[in-house]
């Protein structure tokens, strides 16, 4: 899903695991492309166009889109239980090991991307099944706060050289920050919470048949 597309799509409510899987899918792509996108278009001005239209760059937007895609991931997966969380039934470790197993077949959607390689899907898999199993084991973080521990490894993919985007760090992650509390009213407004939790709790073959896309 690509975040442009989100632009003017209206917005069904979450009352499913399918929804929910297509929430986070795309809102993932949503919060970390565009600050790509955005950030490349502002430090390349007027030479914007020029720019997006290099192969060389065209590669490396690429590169950097898919690599950032687990951080977003990462991101409203946790974004995602902190909301969930205050409607555990009796069984929250299982409802967090679901939640966990959803937002990884979620990246299972996708093939490897040309742009990185077999091997290096398989390892940004591993390593946002490393971030997911964080979930849950310390108090609910504000939206606001969720970022911090990615902010510094998303501002690294930007394609954008080292020497001309060092300072604008903080900017990045404000970006971060904002996104994710638009993320968080977005998904409070539109979720059937109760529904969405007791879906979490079911066993895993109808979970299964919830969360497939329709």
Aim: charged residues 25%.
């Amino acid at each position: 899903m690509n975040w442009q597309d989100l632009m003017f799509w209206r917005r069904p409510p979450i009352a499913d695991l399918g929804a929910l899987a297509q929430f986070i899918d795309e809102q993932s792509a949503f919060l970390v492309q565009k600050g790509i996108y955005e950030y490349s278009r502002a430090r390349a001005g007027h030479y914007s166009k020029v720019l997006f239209s290099e192969p060389e760059f065209v590669d490396a937007l690429e590169r950097s889109r898919w690599s950032a895609y687990p951080l977003g991931l990462a991101m409203v997966g946790e974004l995602v239980e902190g909301v969930l969380r205050r409607e555990a039934g009796a069984n929250p470790a299982l409802q967090r090991d679901n939640l966990r197993a959803l937002v990884l077949s979620v990246f299972d959607r996708y093939m490897p991307p040309a742009a990185l390689g077999e091997q290096a899907w398989r390892d940004a898999r591993a390593g946002l099944a490393g971030h997911l199993q964080h979930i849950g084991l310390h108090a609910t973080k504000r939206a606001i706060d969720i970022p911090q521990p990615y902010a510094r490894q998303y501002w690294d993919l930007m394609p954008i050289h080292k020497d001309i985007r060092t300072p604008d760090f903080p900017t990045t992650r404000s970006y971060l920050q904002v996104r994710l509390c638009n993320i968080h009213d977005d998904l409070t407004t539109r979720t059937d919470v109760a529904a969405v939790t007791r879906l979490l709790a079911e066993p895993a073959d109808a979970q299964a048949a919830s969360a497939s896309p329709s």
